[in-house]
Each structure stands twice: as structure tokens, then as C-alpha cells.
């Protein structure tokens, strides 16, 4: 059974970086045809995606986020984690990791619950 | 950027057929996907490279392709469908890109 879990604070404050980390079980981010991503959603308004890790460790932004965000794995603990710089009170959302498989198309397969961030001014 | 484009609300009665649209020129060289959230609750695939459906996602979800539009058809929609939808996919870039996402209600 494939799972994920978010975890981090769920209170922050403008300017300061979030940490968020993603543990998951019922597969192995070696998988070539695995990947794991960061979305998140303000609330009431659409999914965003921020960031996606491979096995090989490519990594890929937002285009509009890049310059505020990291994403880094590791595979012995079966954890990838999302850093954001320089929070806001409009990054106040639900952050999702979530399992991608990209084997001739590209889709979310498995998420997790998602862990709401607010963040205060 | 690459944008995909959904109508906000779509509404259908009870046992009757909807499709749900979403649009953008990425969707000429790529598959969408779709997803389902109920409120307060986390996305769940429904349907991925073009018509395919997970297992557990009932056989009256079905989707389909024209142009640089790709559908979900929901056939006898039922009153626990009623939800959001969201539709996805990749860019050129290997980025990802979520529709604007569509209030499905079932009167």
C-alpha cells in the first residue's frame, strides 16, 4: 500500500522558511518511473504545483516559485523535503506531497492528506 | 507559462451524463489527467492517459480527447460525484500544471 504523510508547523510567520517533509512507504523513489511532488492550495482556490524530485535527483521548479524554493531527498528514509523561503501570508494553503509516475504521461497516482500552513504577518 | 482552462461550475441532474472540459494548447502534445476532491479531503486520480481509470473509480468516469481540449464524461451521475474536479499535465518544461479546477453540484 502506497502512502504519504506531510509533516512541518502549521503556524509560521512572514519571512521566515518553511520546512516541510514528506514521508512515504509502499515504494522506493529509485523507481525510474517514480517521482515525488510538493502542490499545495490556498484555501476554497485551485492546486498549484511547486516542485518534483526523481530518482536521480533532477529536480524541477515552478516556474514563479524557483527562486524561493528547494526540494532534496533522502532515499535511505524514504523522505523528500520542501523548503520555502521567504513565506507569506498569501502561501498561507494545504501542502500536499504526492506519488508521480511518469511512464509516457505524467500523473498524480497517490496523495497525501496534506498538512495546512498558515502563515501570519 | 501553459494554462489549462476549466469552467468554474457545471451542474446535472441526478442519473443524467455531464462532461467536464479542460483546455489548453499543452493538451495537443500531452495527456491530461483528472482528479476528484471532496471538501475538506485530498485529490484522488479518476482518470489518467487519456481513458484510462484507476481501480476503484467507477466505470460511468470516461474520458476523452479534442483538439486542445480533453474531457471527463461522467454517465448517471450520482449524488456522491458531486465534488470538484481538477484537470493536470505536464509542459515542455517537465513542469506541472493544474486547470482552475470545476465545482461539479448533482441536483
Known amino acids: 500500500q502506497v502512502t504519504l504523510k506531510e509533516s512541518g508547523p502549521a503556524l509560521v510567520k512572514s519571512t521566515q522558511t518553511l520546512t516541510l517533509t514528506c514521508s512515504f512507504s509502499?515504494?522506493?523513489?529509485?523507481?525510474?518511473?517514480?517521482?515525488v511532488s510538493w502542490i499545495r492550495q490556498p484555501p476554497g482556490k485551485a492546486l498549484e504545483w511547486l516542485a518534483r524530485?526523481?530518482?536521480?535527483?533532477?529536480?524541477y521548479y515552478s516556474t514563479s516559485l524557483k527562486t524561493r524554493l528547494y526540494i532534496s531527498r533522502d532515499t535511505s528514509e524514504n523522505q523528500v523535503v520542501l523548503t520555502m523561503t521567504d513565506m507569506d501570508p498569501l502561501d498561507t494553503a494545504t501542502y500536499y506531497c504526492?506519488?508521480?509516475?511518469?511512464?509516457?504521461?505524467?500523473?498524480?497516482?497517490?496523495w497525501g492528506q496534506g498538512i495546512l500552513v498558515t502563515v501570519s504577518s | 507559462s501553459f494554462e489549462l482552462t476549466q469552467v468554474p461550475a457545471v451542474s446535472v441532474a441526478l442519473g443524467q451524463t455531464v462532461k467536464i472540459t479542460c483546455q489548453g494548447d499543452?493538451?495537443?502534445?500531452?495527456?491530461a489527467s483528472w482528479y476528484q476532491q471532496q471538501p475538506g479531503q485530498a485529490p484522488i486520480l479518476v482518470m489518467y492517459?487519456?481513458?484510462y481509470r484507476p481501480s476503484g473509480i467507477p466505470d460511468r468516469f470516461s474520458g476523452s480527447y479534442s483538439g486542445n481540449t480533453a474531457s471527463l464524461t461522467i454517465t448517471g451521475a450520482q449524488a456522491e460525484d458531486e465534488a470538484d474536479y481538477f484537470c493536470?499535465?505536464?509542459?515542455?518544461?517537465?513542469?506541472?500544471?493544474f486547470g482552475g479546477g470545476t465545482k461539479l453540484t448533482v441536483l
Open positions: 504526492a506519488r508521480v509516475t511518469i511512464d509516457g504521461t505524467t500523473y498524480v497516482d497517490t
Open positions: 509502499g515504494f522506493s523513489l529509485s523507481s525510474r518511473e517514480l517521482c
Open positions: 524530485i526523481h530518482w536521480d535527483d533532477r529536480k
Open positions: 499543452i493538451l495537443r502534445s500531452f495527456y
Open positions: 492517459a487519456g481513458n
Open positions: 493536470h499535465s505536464p509542459d515542455n518544461s517537465r513542469n506541472q500544471v
